[in-house]
């Protein structure tokens, strides 16, 4: 364990110790070996990319609706419908994470073949990370596409409550070994998951990320889960994204929509019915293969060739800076503030799990 700074903000912890803890805790509570190490392996894909909003910080809810109910222990998912390159999916209520790899993996089989396939939720869980599934199809040399939607916590553009979800798109293609172009971003202005991070470490947050109950502009993170709601970005284009991620992760697939589905932080014995949808682009249905990485590489270094503006560090592809925190964690540890940490420390104890620090 390292302190980061000398208020004390900030502890690292080696990966493995993380994924060993998550992993063996989610073993405790039902989950098959194969499914924990998933779930775990998403939250330490999330934290090692600096996407801390969606790392461990979410552990200890995973864990409370597996304990109550809300999220099955062992789902049996389901093909609903199926043809050549689509497939519907039932989750039976189970761990995002372990549906949506199931679904990742069954679109890229498909794929091959096909050389699209779209692979639809229902009955699912809060899924994660959206760029956990897309990496994993870029890591196959295929171009990928995640998205999900979710509970209401965004207000529609000009309306003064939360309507919508914020609903998450990630998009990845291969490019070099172990360097995907990765893009991984929500349609509000910031992810719910920092605000409830800043709320927790007793911080401040700026103002244009979130609106109060009573639809004025707050720095105080707590206004948000007191009835205020996260605003779009781009004003009318990141709410006009967001209904159009709602009608293929929602309404096409025959999930829970809008306010349908149940505020998955607070309603831990209820189930979610989220819905996501999946992508999977062979490219060599295209082109070959090494013909499409050095025509990306010829846009890629066109575009980092841009001078950088004044003040700026450089020009850098999407999921870049990502590839870089990533690098520095694996080798210096992921750091948990400490309050973070005091809830993991709670859940050692309740599981009788160490953590070493």
Same mark, same amino acid.
């Given at each position: 364990?390292?302190?980061?700074?000398?208020?004390?903000?900030?502890?690292?912890?080696?990966?493995?110790?993380?994924?060993?803890?998550?992993?063996?805790?989610?073993?405790?509570?039902? +989950?098959?070996?194969?499914?924990?190490?998933?779930?775990?392996?998403?939250?330490?894909?999330?934290?090692?990319?600096?996407? &801390?909003?969606?790392?461990?910080?979410?552990?200890?809810?995973?864990?409370?609706?597996?304990?109550?109910?809300?999220?099955?222990?062992?789902?049996?998912?389901?093909?609903?419908?199926?043809?050549?390159?689509?497939?519907?999916?039932?989750?039976?209520?189970?761990?995002?994470?372990?549906?949506?790899?199931?679904?990742?993996?069954?679109?890229?089989?498909?794929?091959?073949?096909?050389?699209?396939?779209?692979?639809?939720?229902?009955?699912?869980?809060?899924?994660?990370?959206?760029?956990?599934?897309?990496?994993?199809?870029?890591?196959?040399?295929?171009?990928?596409?995640?998205?999900?939607?979710?509970?209401?916590?965004?207000?529609?553009? =000009?309306?003064?409550?939360?309507?919508?979800?914020?609903?998450?798109?990630?998009?990845?293609?291969?490019?070099?070994?172990?360097?995907?172009?990765?893009?991984?971003?929500?349609?509000?202005?910031?992810?719910?998951?920092?605000?409830?991070?800043?709320?927790?470490?007793?911080?401040?947050?700026?103002?244009?990320?979130?609106?109060?109950?009573?639809?004025?502009?707050?720095?105080?993170?707590?206004?948000?889960?007191?009835?205020?709601?996260?605003?779009?970005?781009?004003?009318?284009?990141?709410?006009? +994204?967001?209904?159009?991620?709602?009608?293929?992760?929602?309404?096409?697939?025959?999930?829970?929509?809008?306010?349908?589905?149940?505020?998955? +932080?607070?309603?831990?014995?209820?189930?979610?019915?989220?819905?996501?949808?999946?992508?999977?682009?062979?490219?060599?249905?295209?082109? &070959?293969?090494? =013909?499409?990485?050095?025509?990306?590489?010829?846009?890629?270094?066109?575009?980092?060739?841009?001078?950088?503006?004044?003040?700026?560090?450089?020009?850098?592809?999407?999921?870049?800076?990502?590839?870089?925190?990533?690098?520095?964690?694996?080798?210096?540890?992921?750091?948990?503030?400490?309050?973070?940490?005091?809830? +993991?420390?709670?859940?050692?104890?309740?599981?009788?799990?160490?953590?070493?620090?």
């Amino acid at each position: 364990m390292s302190k980061g700074d000398e208020k004390g903000m900030e502890i690292r912890i080696e990966e493995g110790n993380l994924r060993g803890f998550c992993e063996n805790i989610l073993v405790k509570v039902g +989950l098959s070996r194969e499914d924990a190490f998933i779930v775990s392996d998403s939250l330490l894909f999330s934290n090692l990319r600096g996407i &801390d909003s969606h790392g461990v910080v979410r552990f200890p809810y995973y864990v409370r609706r597996l304990k109550e109910g809300g999220t099955k222990v062992n789902p049996r998912i389901q093909k609903i419908r199926e043809k050549g390159a689509s497939v519907l999916l039932d989750g039976d209520n189970g761990m995002g994470q372990v549906i949506g790899m199931y679904a990742t993996r069954l679109a890229m089989e498909k794929a091959e073949e096909t050389g699209v396939c779209l692979a639809g939720v229902k009955g699912s869980s809060h899924y994660g990370v959206a760029s956990y599934y897309t990496v994993k199809m870029a890591e196959a040399d295929m171009i990928g596409l995640s998205m999900t939607n979710g509970p209401p916590v965004m207000a529609a553009w =000009g309306g003064a409550e939360a309507v919508i979800c914020n609903n998450p798109l990630s998009i990845a293609a291969p490019y070099q070994a172990g360097r995907p172009i990765v893009l991984d971003i929500a349609m509000s202005r910031v992810a719910g998951g920092k605000v409830r991070l800043a709320a927790k470490n007793k911080q401040k947050i700026p103002v244009g990320w979130i609106i109060d109950r009573h639809g004025r502009d707050t720095e105080d993170p707590n206004d948000l889960p007191d009835g205020g709601a996260l605003l779009p970005f781009g004003e009318h284009k990141g709410y006009g +994204l967001t209904v159009m991620l709602e009608i293929l992760a929602g309404v096409l697939t025959g999930a829970g929509m809008l306010g349908q589905v149940p505020m998955w +932080l607070k309603e831990i014995r209820t189930p979610l019915n989220v819905g996501h949808c999946f992508i999977a682009i062979n490219i060599e249905s295209f082109m &070959d293969l090494e =013909g499409f990485k050095k025509r990306l590489d010829w846009v890629i270094q066109e575009i980092k060739s841009c001078p950088p503006a004044e003040g700026s560090t450089g020009v850098f592809f999407p999921g870049e800076v990502e590839l870089q925190v990533e690098e520095e964690r694996r080798k210096r540890g992921i750091p948990l503030s400490e309050a973070v940490l005091e809830d +993991l420390k709670g859940m050692s104890e309740t599981y009788e799990e160490p953590l070493e620090t």
